[in-house]
């Protein structure tokens, strides 16, 4: 793999050549000023380092070379770091890792600093799920005693082996890795940083920091260059992390002036709206409706997991596609969303979701009194059981999708917007990458608006935390993002329960509100 | 001891209250970023640090104590770093080590930075002694395998050791030391910094860094408050050191109209000529006929130790002093001065320094050939034995003294100033604290202007520490200071060999230099 990032701008990680006068008797400049002054005149500025533990070995380098050096260096607004001395004969090497730490899922990408292109990528199992699957939970495990240290000592690790394998992998040094990037959630951050995010979930929900900046890599046990930085998203507020920054940082909607919808639905849902002078955002935690209820929709994508469902209206035939092909193990939350509108466009369930028995035939069975429908027989399916879905999973599916459809008129209502009055809808986010628009509005979960306005971002905090890893000016803008996003409470009253009552209907008690949804009526 | 120091400005490490607005629904911003912008508003600067390792404890103080807290800060230019977040209620403790890195001995002061005073003070022998006790060998053991390592490690075992001393004299905490300021000689700043001195006594003479600048104290294994920093002072050169910079700090001499002489005698002799607009400075290393010449002259001072001689010109009896009135064990070099120059006086020695045998009666032995004054008859002495002053001892100290004023008439020539012009001769440096300037006029040493012009500033690199310790303005000056001098090879050609030679007879070959001296003639 290996693909260009687009990128405005110069890195803050950058390689520069200096080819500097040797001292001599009327020049008697000492080594390390001689290469600070080199740096001074070539970028006008005065607050230039180099850590003392590396003077003699730099100077050492600076005599061999005949002053002729390779500089590796970090900007950081008026201040320059020199990461690293080399000979100016050896092909500058600077790589930089971007990290989107999920809750779920952790991904990394490898990032060739000078060609400016990914040239690895990987994803693991965030290995603190053992700890809780949700954010609530490993908050409460944190604060007991260990914890916290526990909870940051395996998202480290996890990253360092990961950081090893890449570099195998792509046959380069540890050494050259000078930069990460890190976009997560607020309690993630807490927890990558060995912060107490006890307070995070407690009125008046006060995190210990926003906008922790630059970190030295060592200071987090992090193996990369003894002298590299680790540059971590800021967080707007409790519930809105620094994912969520650089989402729209990768997503670009913060350059438009017509304004866009940004849904981020990992294993909570966000949803930001605005343009390039301002940003709503809220977060689905917050609405007692959605807790957990996104996450709950199947499991995790993966080979044979179900990701496409097509039922033919006529024959109701159900045609299924898997993930890699695969015999079907289970299905994901973009397969059950494709299941519910086939069903439903089928006739094969009501506008409340009930199964109309009629309709399904013999793929209906009754287990302990409740409805599940067949969606693999036993001897298709890979665990050798029928794959299912119940009566009971279709109203949490419904209640989820409900909780989404009324947190997007809820903060559209807010801003005085109308969807029809949106950009772009970006969906972003591990569930998100595998949705089906059509599907979606289908069952009313996202509005009714021309397909061509919705774009699939896939997981762009990893792209942000990309863009903010090569470019100066992103890093930039990733702070004006974030200065500029308002969050809104969700307030769960008497108006909230109406709209999501309506909203549980499929596509929606209000038929108005999706023109484009056809049913086939018999 | 408790004194102020009386030094401009404000510090650079300082204790400034807080009282926040503790968060609300209303506002809710990171604890963290409150504290951040509390300081921000306060300083109008935008570029303010707290490490991420201590956020967690200050977030928790914050909390406790109602946002109502002691923030103890580093002022670096335009760049704050919050050293330490303390309940309010505590009265601030806030203390600092000023230090004078000799190559024999290590000065010490521990300095409250709240009360602006100096509450304690030590001095060691420096123990890199052991590994020679000039420079030159010095360098040469720090470039066998370990030895600079070694040579790092025993002084900052040493200052280690003091510094847990003077606290626990003092009964302050070593957390609460949170600044030190440390000047030394270029050879002697490269070995506390662990930096090779190699090329430093080779041509063309290249430091590895004259600017050190801040360095965090952890970096160097120094025991102060894990977020402390270390200020050192600056290099002019190879030859030129931060001792000499700290002592024209402490001298003022640097913001007078008025050109002044200051002569620092340590282990080697650095002299500086200037005012308020430049400096030319040169060192008695670079001249081969001060080769540890001044240094070699008697012993350091330490109790028993005689440091003043009179002899009655009449009677030719000698009268001493020692230091804390002991029973006398030897003499030091303010002591071998006044000797010589009561042996002038009293006209036992002749203009060339040779003892006159007439004059000098039986106190004058030969031991192997070799004439031998005795100072002190064995039975008064603390050894047992004579303490004697040789031919040879006259002889050296006579080479020392010619070169010094030949030094001192070549760098007055070179910028074209006489003797008679300097508003104040300056004697610095821990030989220099005892020394009588009639005394060294007598022996043709220093110039014979009116004694009134001489101030004798003792441990002037330890006092330009301190200054620099407790003022952000005085650590500005010293860079300013640094860059203002011009450093001066000595030319060791036939000019310089003969004023060497004219200057070896006592006080001068021209004795119209020195009007001042009047021998008893018989």
Redesign the interface.
């Given at each position: 793999m290996s693909k260009m990032v687009e990128v405005d701008g110069i890195g803050w990680i950058r390689n520069i050549s200096l080819n500097l006068k040797p001292?001599?008797?009327k020049d008697?400049?000492?080594?390390?000023?001689r290469l600070?002054r080199g740096l001074r005149d070539r970028f006008q500025l005065n607050?230039i380092?180099l850590?003392?533990?590396q003077?003699?070995r730099v100077?050492?380098t600076l005599?061999e070379t005949g002053y002729s050096v390779n500089t590796i260096l970090l900007e950081d607004?008026?201040?320059l770091q020199v990461l690293e001395v080399k000979p100016n004969q050896s092909p500058p090497e600077v790589y930089g890792m971007a990290v989107d730490l999920g809750t779920s899922q952790v991904a990394i990408r490898l990032v060739d600093l000078v060609a400016r292109k990914v040239v690895g990528e990987s994803s693991v199992r965030n290995p603190q799920l053992d700890h809780g699957s949700d954010i609530l939970t490993r908050i409460h495990f944190a604060t007991q005693e260990g914890g916290l240290e526990h909870l940051k000592d395996l998202i480290i690790d996890v990253l360092n082996n990961e950081f090893s394998r890449l570099a195998r992998e792509h046959h380069i040094k540890k050494e050259d890795i000078y930069g990460v990037s890190v976009a997560g959630n607020t309690t993630m951050t807490h927890l990558f940083?060995?912060?107490?995010p006890y307070?995070i979930c407690r009125?008046?929900?006060?995190?210990?920091?926003?906008?922790?900046?630059l970190?030295k890599a060592e200071?987090?046990s992090l193996h990369i260059n003894r002298e590299g930085y680790v540059l971590v998203f800021p967080?707007v507020?409790?519930y809105v992390g620094g994912d969520i920054v650089a989402g729209i940082l990768a997503s670009n909607m913060y350059r438009k002036e017509e304004v866009s919808m940004f849904v981020d639905v990992g294993t909570n849902a966000e949803v930001v709206l605005g343009n390039k002078e301002w940003f709503v955002a809220c977060a689905g935690a917050a609405g007692p409706a959605l807790e957990g209820g996104v996450a709950r929709m199947g499991m995790m994508a993966g080979p044979g997991v179900i990701d496409q469902v097509r039922i033919d209206p006529t024959t109701r035939r159900v045609e299924i596609t898997t993930i890699e092909g695969k015999k079907p193990v289970g299905i994901c939350g973009s397969g059950l969303i494709d299941l519910l509108a086939q069903l439903f466009l089928a006739g094969m369930i009501d506008v409340r979701g009930k199964y109309v028995p009629d309709m399904c035939g013999d793929r209906l069975i009754n287990k302990g009194g409740v409805d599940h429908f067949i969606i693999v027989k036993a001897e298709d399916s890979k665990t050798g059981k029928d794959l299912t879905l119940s009566q009971i999973d279709i109203d949490v599916l419904l209640r989820s999708k409900a909780a989404m459809y009324t947190i997007l008129t809820t903060i559209s209502g807010t801003a005085g917007i109308s969807f029809d009055d949106l950009d772009t809808f970006y969906i972003a986010g591990t569930f998100g990458s595998y949705i089906d628009p059509r599907s979606a509005i289908t069952i009313g979960m996202i509005p009714d608006i021309p397909l061509e306005r919705y774009t699939i971002l896939g997981n762009s905090s990893l792209s942000g935390a990309t863009m903010a890893l090569l470019s100066a000016r992103a890093r930039d803008e990733m702070e004006l993002i974030r200065d500029r996003i308002t969050?809104i409470?969700l307030n769960v009253n008497q108006e909230f329960m109406n709209l999501f009552s309506a909203a549980r209907f499929i596509p929606h008690t209000d038929r108005r509100l999706f023109p484009s949804v056809k049913v086939c009526e018999l």
């Open positions: 001292p001599s008797l008697n400049t000492a080594d390390i000023d600070i607050d380092h850590s003392i533990s003077m003699d100077a050492h005599r607004r008026n201040r940083l060995g912060l107490n307070r009125e008046p929900y006060i995190p210990v920091v926003n906008r922790p900046g970190v200071d987090l967080n507020g409790s969050y409470e």
